[in-house]
């Protein structure tokens, strides 16, 4: 039994593959976010508003998971510990001390990435099951603490005033301009995974992942990348509970560091495709319309069949499609060139 | 003062054991295919629900009914483990735990269509009250619990050291490949091993439903205590487990008491991240 | 077309399908309820549920055998031409982000005209926002936070008395217990929850002892959803206060009484706030151990005697349910009650005229099935007329003890210890 085969490989190694296929999954997540930039202009119900700024706010944690869950391959289950960490930091300097809360929301960034570090430091020398274990541990003694905790709110939890609406303060009435931050911090949170795929960090951590002897051997510094790849993640991962914070105007311990959340985040990314970087964009979608249209369809009947619904749903995906959406298309054309291949060399099966 | 601490012990024990029972169903299914099984809090909770229905319709005392519940769990976890878990055997560790948390939240949305979410509880039954023992106050349901956990305990270690199938079992869980080519089956191992899984955690359920309120998300009181204990004992240890329990239980009173109730979970948290650095395998478990 | 907006499409003719059927009827006043339907607290929610259904049943069907009752003739609301109200349920799971996603959903997609909720104070929190935003009114029967009607919102309306009463309440009755009764009351011990509302619990209490001269001997906050209060009752034996305030959930308000008797932990009283020890499981499971606890409640069966609706309305209730009233079924009844009659009075759907309406709320005790003088709202929004009650449980049933005034029992005090109980 081996703990190294955190993240299964695709059938087929994905530098097999035509450029063709990687060019198009870049292109086809510029022209999602091409789109996504006149979403408002079509959908102007606020109700549909909010559900589009939900999907975003899901890729984006997604996103910032799959730096750490899906490149790095050390599956955390306790990122909510992050989101929490931001959006409590954002909110105290903001609400108690009249910081700028664009400040705040960077501030909690860094608070987030230096706990991270200490967390990290401890937790990487454990492989596979320990670890995922150990980040949920963490994860709630971090709850159990800010539960506690006086200065921040207690059990009580804090409130962002609502008086006040602007870009300085970073609350608004409309929909619009907390959609198209949330489209930001997910481009800027895409744009972070997108540079650690594609320098040498992309092949260390690939080598982690799939040859950690030979990485080692190869003198591969292993904590020191995943450490990296970890407060990468957690920074983006406390941004992303800043917006919450600041959209919601309420925070309280369960709701921004419940294990719930930490769940969420990783079954965005597997839902999509872990270890890619639109895998988490389009798990996000999926998860959020299932989510919210099972509850609107059926959350007034008391009898518990939207969360029937949305759990079949996820062990579907789970068990049918382990690589999540994108793997699946991946195999889909690869097959699909296969077959050309063949038909071109007039090969018959 | 003294008296205190010593009760506080026995009632961390008592509970320990309690803990110690759900988590061997659990070490069991990890033990023997590697698979960390976020639902088990659910096999707890329908344990639970077929101790208190055959206690409401029939007037069945839930110790009479207790070997019914395993028989019936042991089916459930069968079926789970043919339907759903078969096919992921293989799969990476991520889409096992979404199974497995995909499976809980479907447990608990069933419960709650089928039972309603209401607090139900088995008021009366043969081992309701409790006596002293030198000062010291015992609830009989917990000794009888207790007494049941280790029972349970030893009856599965001894299937486990002490027969055929536990032995195939056994080597199932210590290499699967070399056991196939013994002739074992390991689809057939793995699905008794859910099956026993499951059976105590519905041991556990219908032992706890004697004392402790049942609803469908009654899982998630004890699925976290039981991923420590699992841990602490070692993964795929079942006399790990036992001991872990216990000291689980006793280090959750005790620091409550001593500490301030507010931290007691934090306080065994912290503990159990403190053995996992310096004994990732924790006590038992096998390096 | 991209796929995210294809799948709002999606969504959106599956909603529209859904609220198809009924949107378009004439006639037809839509209200939102926030409730949590699954989760923790999803028992309460469906009691609650029911005693919704069962006032809307009353206001658009009659109900003969409750003539006092407003509204209680039937079709529906006579100022809007008969117009029928329709419930429109959204469960919240008790997550104050999803309160607020569906209270936008109800205000913006189901074009509901008030909102009607959210029981958990910490939701109560997040949707009543969405409301304020959006200028509909926000009727809340039964949150207790006291913060709630802190925030000067114009369209948040509570029509159930607040912690920091409920808490005074606790004071008031041991002084009036030493004047009547000469039981002298100093040494407390607080027992509270740790979430919103158990911890401000918590801080009204310690703030008022300290003002009134008690002795607090102990404060506990304990962590909800445990699996054993062991060490919790091991301090209060240890702090050997004469009364424990308590204010627990149903889970573990029945685990606290189980581990009392376990333990032989008998204190004078335990005094309890309300929630578990009021829901109707709580007798049910510990039957005789359940006695002599005092509670706090707002509803109790036998103050029928001072106002028969609150017997008949609850023979209906039970008629349908097979259970009674409790403080919260019997308060989220009112809320709706108040809601409608706003409606009514405001002659139109307008949120405007119905937030107007209900700033003149005036509602005599005689028309609602509360021990209150009344509903009126203050500038803030708190209705000013709720008040409290304590109970006794005696020989398995709720028996109002305080104030003296409405009492239907002589309160029993101290509590028999456990070892001296039949």
Same mark, same amino acid.
């Given at each position: 039994?081996?703990?190294?085969?955190?993240?299964?490989?695709?059938?087929?190694?994905?530098?097999?593959?035509?450029?063709?296929?990687?060019?198009?999954?870049?292109?086809?997540?510029?022209?999602?976010?091409?789109?996504?930039?006149?979403?408002?202009?079509?959908?102007?119900?606020?109700?549909?508003?909010?559900?589009?700024?939900?999907?975003?706010?899901?890729?984006?944690?997604?996103?910032?998971?799959?730096?750490?869950?899906?490149?790095?391959?050390?599956?955390?289950?306790?990122?909510?510990?992050?989101?929490?960490?931001?959006?409590?930091?954002?909110?105290?300097?903001?609400?108690?001390?009249?910081?700028?809360?664009?400040?705040?929301?960077?501030?909690?960034?860094?608070?987030?990435?230096?706990?991270?570090?200490?967390?990290?430091?401890?937790?990487?020398?454990?492989?596979?099951?320990?670890?995922?274990?150990?980040?949920?541990?963490?994860?709630?003694?971090?709850?159990?603490?800010?539960?506690?905790?006086?200065?921040?709110?207690?059990?009580?939890?804090?409130?962002?005033?609502?008086?006040?609406?602007?870009?300085?303060?970073?609350?608004?009435?409309?929909?619009?301009?907390?959609?198209?931050?949330?489209?930001?911090?997910?481009?800027?949170?895409?744009?972070?995974?997108?540079?650690?795929?594609?320098?040498?960090?992309?092949?260390?951590?690939?080598?982690?992942?799939?040859?950690?002897?030979?990485?080692?051997?190869?003198?591969?510094?292993?904590?020191?990348?995943?450490?990296?790849?970890?407060?990468?993640?957690?920074?983006?991962?406390?941004?992303?509970?800043?917006?919450?914070?600041?959209?919601?105007?309420?925070?309280?311990?369960?709701?921004?560091?419940?294990?719930?959340?930490?769940?969420?985040?990783?079954?965005?990314?597997?839902?999509?495709?872990?270890?890619?970087?639109?895998?988490?964009?389009?798990?996000?979608?999926?998860?959020?319309?299932?989510?919210?249209?099972?509850?609107?369809?059926?959350?007034?009947?008391?009898?518990?069949?939207?969360?029937?619904?949305?759990?079949?749903?996820?062990?579907?995906?789970?068990?049918?499609?382990?690589?999540?959406?994108?793997?699946?298309?991946?195999?889909?054309?690869?097959?699909?060139?296969?077959?050309?291949?063949?038909?071109?060399?007039?090969?018959?099966? | 003062?003294?008296?205190?601490?010593?009760?506080?012990?026995?009632?961390?024990?008592?509970?320990?054991?309690?803990?110690?029972?759900?988590?061997?169903?659990?070490?069991?299914?990890?033990?023997?295919?590697?698979?960390?099984?976020?639902?088990?809090?659910?096999?707890?909770?329908?344990?639970?629900?077929?101790?208190?229905?055959?206690?409401?319709?029939?007037?069945?005392?839930?110790?009479?009914?207790?070997?019914?519940?395993?028989?019936?769990?042991?089916?459930?976890?069968?079926?789970?483990?043919?339907?759903?878990?078969?096919?992921?055997?293989?799969?990476?560790?991520?889409?096992?735990?979404?199974?497995?948390?995909?499976?809980?939240?479907?447990?608990?949305?069933?419960?709650?269509?089928?039972?309603?979410?209401?607090?139900?509880?088995?008021?009366?039954?043969?081992?309701?009250?409790?006596?002293?023992?030198?000062?010291?106050?015992?609830?009989?349901?917990?000794?009888?619990?207790?007494?049941?956990?280790?029972?349970?305990?030893?009856?599965?270690?001894?299937?486990?050291?002490?027969?055929?199938?536990?032995?195939?079992?056994?080597?199932?869980?210590?290499?699967?490949?070399?056991?196939?080519?013994?002739?074992?089956?390991?689809?057939?191992?793995?699905?008794?091993?859910?099956?026993?899984?499951?059976?105590?955690?519905?041991?556990?359920?219908?032992?706890?439903?004697?004392?402790?309120?049942?609803?469908?998300?009654?899982?998630?009181?004890?699925?976290?205590?039981?991923?420590?204990?699992?841990?602490?004992?070692?993964?795929?240890?079942?006399?790990?487990?036992?001991?872990?329990?216990?000291?689980?239980?006793?280090?959750?009173?005790?620091?409550?008491?001593?500490?301030?109730?507010?931290?007691?979970?934090?306080?065994?948290?912290?503990?159990?991240?403190?053995?996992?650095?310096?004994?990732?395998?924790?006590?038992?478990?096998?390096? | 077309?991209?796929?995210?907006?294809?799948?709002?499409?999606?969504?959106?003719?599956?909603?529209?399908?859904?609220?198809?059927?009924?949107?378009?009827?004439?006639?037809?006043?839509?209200?939102?309820?926030?409730?949590?339907?699954?989760?923790?607290?999803?028992?309460?929610?469906?009691?609650?549920?029911?005693?919704?259904?069962?006032?809307?049943?009353?206001?658009?069907?009659?109900?003969?055998?409750?003539?006092?009752?407003?509204?209680?003739?039937?079709?529906?609301?006579?100022?809007?031409?008969?117009?029928?109200?329709?419930?429109?349920?959204?469960?919240?799971?008790?997550?104050?982000?999803?309160?607020?996603?569906?209270?936008?959903?109800?205000?913006?997609?189901?074009?509901?005209?008030?909102?009607?909720?959210?029981?958990?104070?910490?939701?109560?929190?997040?949707?009543?926002?969405?409301?304020?935003?959006?200028?509909?009114?926000?009727?809340?029967?039964?949150?207790?936070?006291?913060?709630?009607?802190?925030?000067?919102?114009?369209?948040?309306?509570?029509?159930?008395?607040?912690?920091?009463?409920?808490?005074?309440?606790?004071?008031?009755?041991?002084?009036?217990?030493?004047?009547?009764?000469?039981?002298?009351?100093?040494?407390?011990?607080?027992?509270?929850?740790?979430?919103?509302?158990?911890?401000?619990?918590?801080?009204?209490?310690?703030?008022?002892?300290?003002?009134?001269?008690?002795?607090?001997?102990?404060?506990?906050?304990?962590?909800?959803?445990?699996?054993?209060?062991?060490?919790?009752?091991?301090?209060?034996?240890?702090?050997?206060?004469?009364?424990?305030?308590?204010?627990?959930?149903?889970?573990?308000?029945?685990?606290?009484?189980?581990?009392?008797?376990?333990? *032989?932990?008998?204190?004078?009283?335990?005094?309890? @706030?309300? !929630? &578990?020890? =009021?829901?109707? /499981?709580? +007798? $049910?499971?510990?039957?005789?151990?359940?006695?002599?606890?005092?509670?706090?409640?707002?509803?109790?069966?036998?103050?029928?005697?001072?106002?028969?609706?609150?017997?008949?309305?609850?023979?209906?209730?039970?008629?349908?349910?097979?259970?009674?009233?409790?403080?919260?079924?019997?308060?989220?009844?009112? *809320?709706?009650?108040?809601?409608?009659?706003?409606? @009514?009075? !405001? &002659?139109? =759907?307008?949120? /405007?005229? +119905? $937030?107007?309406?209900?700033?003149?709320?005036?509602?005599?005790?005689?028309?609602?099935?509360?021990?209150?003088?009344?509903?009126?709202?203050?500038?803030?929004?708190?209705?000013?007329?709720?008040?409290?009650?304590?109970?006794?449980?005696?020989?398995?049933?709720?028996?109002?003890?305080?104030?003296?005034?409405?009492?239907?029992?002589?309160?029993?005090?101290?509590?028999?210890?456990?070892?001296?109980?039949?």
């Amino acid at each position: 039994m081996s703990n190294n085969a955190v993240v299964s490989q695709p059938a087929e190694p994905p530098q097999s593959l035509p450029r063709k296929t990687a060019g198009t999954g870049y292109a086809l997540m510029l022209a999602l976010l091409v789109i996504a930039v006149f979403v408002p202009q079509f959908v102007d119900s606020p109700s549909h508003q909010n559900i589009a700024i939900l999907i975003l706010m899901a890729a984006q944690m997604g996103v910032a998971w799959n730096i750490v869950g899906g490149y790095a391959g050390q599956v955390s289950l306790g990122q909510a510990a992050f989101y929490g960490i931001g959006a409590y930091t954002s909110t105290l300097l903001f609400a108690q001390f009249g910081l700028n809360p664009w400040l705040a929301m960077i501030a909690g960034g860094g608070v987030a990435a230096l706990i991270s570090i200490v967390i990290g430091w401890s937790c990487f020398r454990l492989k596979g099951h320990y670890f995922a274990m150990a980040t949920i541990a963490v994860a709630e003694i971090i709850q159990i603490v800010f539960t506690n905790w006086e200065f921040a709110g207690g059990a009580v939890g804090l409130t962002i005033p609502m008086d006040q609406q602007g870009w300085d303060v970073f609350v608004f009435a409309s929909k619009v301009p907390y959609y198209y931050i949330a489209l930001g911090l997910l481009v800027l949170t895409l744009l972070a995974n997108l540079m650690i795929e594609r320098s040498y960090f992309g092949y260390y951590f690939r080598a982690i992942k799939d040859e950690p002897d030979a990485a080692r051997s190869l003198g591969v510094n292993l904590r020191k990348y995943k450490l990296i790849a970890f407060a990468v993640s957690s920074f983006f991962t406390a941004l992303g509970g800043s917006f919450y914070a600041q959209k919601e105007l309420y925070i309280d311990p369960a709701s921004v560091l419940g294990t719930g959340l930490s769940i969420k985040m990783a079954l965005v990314s597997i839902l999509g495709g872990i270890g890619t970087l639109s895998g988490p964009v389009l798990g996000a979608g999926i998860l959020t319309l299932i989510d919210e249209g099972t509850r609107a369809l059926f959350g007034g009947t008391g009898r518990g069949t939207d969360l029937i619904i949305y759990a079949a749903l996820i062990i579907v995906v789970a068990v049918y499609y382990p690589n999540g959406v994108i793997g699946w298309f991946k195999s889909w054309m690869a097959r699909r060139q296969a077959v050309q291949s063949q038909v071109a060399r007039g090969e018959h099966q | 003062m003294s008296e205190i601490l010593v009760q506080t012990l026995v009632s961390g024990l008592l509970i320990g054991l309690i803990y110690a029972l759900v988590a061997i169903g659990l070490t069991m299914i990890f033990g023997v295919m590697d698979i960390i099984n976020f639902s088990h809090g659910e096999f707890l909770m329908f344990g639970m629900y077929s101790s208190f229905w055959m206690f409401s319709l029939y007037a069945l005392d839930p110790m009479f009914t207790l070997p019914l519940t395993a028989l019936f769990l042991f089916g459930l976890g069968v079926v789970v483990y043919k339907l759903v878990i078969s096919k992921i055997t293989n799969a990476p560790m991520v889409s096992q735990i979404f199974t497995t948390f995909g499976l809980m939240l479907l447990f608990r949305g069933i419960a709650q269509f089928l039972w309603k979410p209401d607090f139900r509880t088995i008021e009366k039954s043969m081992v309701s009250g409790h006596f002293s023992l030198a000062g010291i106050q015992v609830g009989t349901p917990q000794l009888t619990a207790g007494v049941g956990a280790i029972l349970v305990t030893v009856g599965v270690y001894l299937f486990i050291t002490k027969t055929r199938l536990g032995a195939a079992l056994e080597a199932t869980a210590a290499d699967k490949e070399a056991a196939r080519l013994m002739g074992i089956d390991s689809q057939k191992m793995f699905a008794l091993a859910w099956g026993i899984g499951a059976a105590c955690a519905g041991v556990a359920g219908g032992l706890l439903s004697t004392f402790f309120p049942i609803f469908p998300d009654v899982g998630a009181n004890f699925i976290l205590i039981a991923f420590v204990v699992v841990n602490l004992g070692g993964f795929g240890s079942i006399v790990g487990a036992l001991v872990a329990g216990i000291l689980v239980g006793v280090i959750e009173v005790m620091g409550g008491f001593l500490l301030g109730p507010q931290y007691k979970l934090a306080i065994v948290l912290v503990l159990f991240l403190a053995v996992l650095m310096f004994r990732p395998q924790g006590l038992m478990g096998k390096a | 077309m991209s796929v995210k907006t294809m799948c709002i499409r999606l969504v959106q003719a599956g909603a529209a399908m859904a609220i198809s059927v009924s949107a378009y009827a004439q006639q037809e006043i839509r209200i939102g309820v926030l409730y949590p339907l699954t989760g923790a607290a999803a028992s309460s929610g469906a009691e609650m549920k029911s005693a919704l259904e069962l006032a809307v049943d009353i206001i658009n069907n009659g109900a003969k055998s409750v003539p006092g009752l407003p509204f209680s003739a039937g079709g529906g609301l006579p100022n809007l031409k008969g117009a029928k109200i329709k419930l429109v349920f959204a469960d919240h799971q008790g997550n104050p982000q999803v309160g607020a996603t569906e209270a936008e959903r109800l205000i913006t997609q189901e074009k509901v005209v008030a909102l009607v909720g959210s029981y958990s104070s910490n939701v109560t929190v997040t949707s009543s926002q969405v409301a304020e935003r959006y200028k509909i009114p926000f009727v809340n029967p039964e949150s207790s936070s006291a913060s709630l009607t802190q925030r000067n919102f114009k369209w948040f309306f509570r029509t159930t008395a607040h912690d920091d009463l409920f808490v005074q309440n606790f004071f008031e009755f041991f002084k009036e217990l030493e004047a009547r009764k000469g039981v002298k009351v100093k040494k407390l011990a607080a027992f509270n929850e740790n979430t919103l509302w158990g911890n401000e619990t918590t801080k009204l209490e310690v703030k008022l002892a300290a003002e009134k001269g008690y002795d607090l001997a102990k404060t506990i906050s304990y962590p909800a959803k445990g699996t054993q209060l062991t060490s919790e009752v091991q301090l209060l034996k240890a702090a050997a206060p004469q009364v424990v305030m308590q204010s627990s959930y149903l889970g573990d308000a029945i685990m606290a009484m189980k581990t009392y008797k376990e333990l *032989g932990f008998s204190p004078d009283m335990i005094l309890a @706030n309300n !929630a &578990g020890f =009021t829901d109707t /499981e709580f +007798i $049910r499971t510990l039957g005789k151990d359940a006695d002599y606890v005092i509670t706090r409640d707002v509803w109790a069966l036998d103050l029928a005697k001072n106002n028969p609706l609150i017997k008949q309305v609850n023979d209906l209730f039970f008629e349908r349910n097979k259970i009674n009233f409790t403080g919260n079924s019997s308060r989220t009844f009112t *809320g709706l009650m108040t809601l409608a009659d706003a409606i @009514n009075r !405001a &002659g139109s =759907t307008e949120p /405007e005229a +119905i $937030r107007k309406a209900l700033t003149e709320t005036d509602i005599p005790g005689n028309k609602i099935i509360m021990p209150w003088k009344g509903i009126k709202f203050d500038d803030k929004g708190q209705n000013m007329y709720g008040s409290g009650i304590l109970v006794q449980i005696i020989d398995g049933k709720y028996h109002t003890v305080w104030p003296f005034e409405l009492a239907t029992r002589e309160v029993v005090w101290p509590m028999p210890k456990w070892d001296q109980r039949k």
